[in-house]
């Protein structure tokens, strides 16, 4: 654990009740409603890549009455379906495996099938409505989420002044950038992160049929989708100050916003206590021209109630589109409602973004039917995986799975299980994709694995139909040699048996009646030694010491700052403690006792096999 660790707090900023209540004549703050923690932005080398930084977007319960048994239905769900070669874009979707973690840490719990149906008829609906050269892709959670939050999106990548792009100094997110480009610019992050609340009574249909007291997750999952699209920017609001873009750049989405004195958003004075009272005006608009001619001829109006509602104001309509064919994008959803149909307010909103829409005359619209369409003349082509190598071992749990391009090949499908049969439960296709990102395997077992090619003609299987292999490496799993270990009401934490490499570092904190929060986390650049027997965390939560032959080590450890949580302050350490070897060659095992420390809580090793956590 050395400096090479890059670190990032997971702030508790957003975490208030204070932040979030429902607004206006939608009312009824509900104390448990879930909200997850903040994701810490930061910039590749270049600068031109954002990661973590496109907000965290929450879908709720509406509790009027009004609101509820809407019903709109499209064709576009019925006919992407039917025929989902016509699909104008493709979507890649990485549905998280139980026991696998969502981009804020949440734990994920198995995705059930007839979700997974409403969640891709969910993106056919954008596949058939908007086109794109390069997959989109999701990774989509299941997870026990309380009080009304349905769901939330956000931490989507962004780029700015890449080859393509309509307007210089401003950031896309990655969807939309990669359309433009015409290239995946980041295929290793997906485009989209996305979590649904599993204790809700969800509707699965595709019909837009949902019985009174159900949610249609059609609706649900095509608005987050939405989100992902860059329906959302980068305008924060706190304490009456208002403040936008991130790097001294604005998101694309900022740029068309408005006040009701047609003053743009970006010619305020950044932050300001006028940026402030603009958010919270309920008088902001979007002025771009295909939105103002889908809202006959009118600039469109945003959610902006007088009151900031963090993760709803900003990133959706006003509530004058409820109930109106426009309603895919209001902050909420009720109960029995259903609306299939993006409506042409937001589909044309998105095309002052940059998209296109499908069925448009583009250059894309040349080669894009190529591409999907084409007959086949022959099957697809050999071709061969490529990693994880066959007989890898040592596999960190979230392996990406990668293949080389078959010629005639439309689409490909892989299959991974733990039986060595060379037989296939289950293929899952990756569209066009010849990589896939698994999460949440099991450590130290081995995996075999195989891909498929297919087309109209045909199916190829990768390596002339032998099946590769790899072992995931073994991972910590509880008190073992080569741990610290703590006791009574103290933190611990555990490296790698061999120490020589550290994969994370996390630590949670648990509030009562507030819920669980990552105060820390640092992931090194890659596996970080532990060199000199000597080691440190700097930053807000910092801890340092030393350890070697001798029988005992000290340091320090603590917070110098910590955000709000549900509504109050946190001051943190800083916590003294001692550690004691009880080897005096190859330590086994260390006592780190944090004074004073409120650490709690446990952490999976799900990261893979290099990972330290905090238990209790
Ligand atoms: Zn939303």
């Keep these: 654990m050395n400096k090479t660790f890059n670190k990032f707090i997971v702030a508790l900023s957003i975490a208030s009740l204070f932040v979030f209540p429902l607004a206006g004549v939608n009312g009824g703050v509900q104390a448990q409603d879930f909200y997850p923690p903040t994701l810490e932005p930061y910039l590749s080398a270049d600068g031109l890549a954002l990661y ?11 509790p009027n009455p009004a609101m509820q048994g809407i019903k709109i239905p499209a064709p576009e769900v019925d006919k992407a379906l039917a025929d989902p070669v016509a699909a104008s874009a493709t979507f890649s979707i990485t549905y998280v495996v139980a026991g696998g973690t969502d981009l804020w840490g949440k734990a994920c719990t198995t ?26 892709t999701i990774k989509a959670c299941w997870a026990s989420l309380s009080g009304t ?21 401003t950031w896309y997110q990655g969807s939309l950038a990669n359309s433009l480009n015409g ?4 295929p290793a992050t997906f485009d989209m992160n996305i979590t649904y609340n599993s204790n809700y009574a969800w509707y699965t249909g595709t019909d837009s049929n949902p019985p009174a007291g159900q949610y249609d997750l059609v609706t649900v999952a095509a608005h987050e989708i939405a989100h992902g699209l860059n329906f959302s920017g980068s305008a924060q609001y706190s304490e009456g100050i208002g403040s936008y873009g991130y790097d001294g750049f604005p998101y694309i989405y900022d740029t068309f916003m408005e006040s009701g004195g047609e003053t743009k958003l970006t010619s305020y004075t950044n932050p300001s206590a006028d940026l402030g009272s603009l958010l919270t005006s309920d008088n902001l608009w979007f002025n771009g021209s295909n939105a103002k001619a889908a809202n006959g001829g009118t600039r ?12 709803s104001s900003y990133a959706h309509l006003d509530e004058i589109f409820n109930g109106t064919v426009n309603d895919m994008m ?18 044309g909103l998105l095309k002052d973004l940059g998209w296109v829409l499908a069925g448009e005359t583009t250059v894309s619209t040349i080669y894009l039917p190529l591409v999907l369409r084409a007959p086949a003349s022959s099957p697809p082509g050999d071709f061969n995986k490529s990693a994880p190598a066959n007989g890898a071992t040592g596999q960190l749990a979230n392996p990406t799975l990668s293949w080389g391009a078959s010629s005639n090949a439309t689409s490909y499908e892989y299959c991974i299980d733990t039986s060595n049969d060379n037989a296939c439960t289950t293929w899952t296709s990756t569209a066009a994709s010849t990589s896939v990102g698994l999460s949440g395997l099991t450590p130290a077992t081995s995996y075999y694995w195989q891909v498929r090619a297919n087309n109209t003609l045909g199916t190829t299987n990768a390596n002339g139909g032998t099946w590769w292999a790899f072992t995931i490496a073994s991972g910590p799993s509880g008190p073992t040699p080569g741990f610290w270990q703590s006791s009574g009401d103290t933190t611990e934490f555990y490296v790698t048996p061999d120490r020589t490499t550290v994969r994370e570092f996390s630590i949670l904190v648990d509030l009562p009646g507030c819920g669980t929060y990552w105060i820390y986390r640092a992931i090194p650049d890659g596996d970080a030694p532990i060199s000199s027997n000597q080691f440190s965390f700097s930053g807000p939560f910092y801890a340092s010491g030393t350890f070697d032959s001798s029988t005992a080590a000290q340091g320090t450890s603590g917070l110098s700052s910590f955000g709000p949580v549900c509504g109050y302050y946190w001051d943190g350490g800083p916590w003294s403690w001692s550690a004691t070897w009880q080897n005096d060659s190859q330590p086994t095992s260390m006592l780190a006792h944090a004074v004073g420390s409120e650490f709690v809580e446990s952490v999976p090793a799900t990261e893979g096999a290099y990972i330290a956590i905090p238990v209790k």
């Design 183 to 186: 290239n995946d610019l980041d």
């Design 111 to 136: 995705f059930p099938e007839d979700a997974k149906t409403a969640f891709n008829a969910a993106a056919a609906i954008w596949a058939s409505t908007l086109q794109s050269s390069v997959p989109i």
């Design 149 to 169: 939050t349905l769901g939330y999106s956000g931490g989507q990548p962004l780029r700015r002044d890449f080859s393509g792009a309509p307007q210089g100094n």
């Design 52 to 62: 973590n930084a496109a907000p965290t977007l929450v879908i709720m319960v509406d």
């Design 300 to 311: 469109v109006k945003m959610y902006a109630p007088g009151t900031w509602s963090g993760g």
């Design 330 to 347: 209001t902050y909420s959803v009720g109960s029995g409602s259903a609306n299939h149909n993006p409506g042409p307010v937001t589909t």
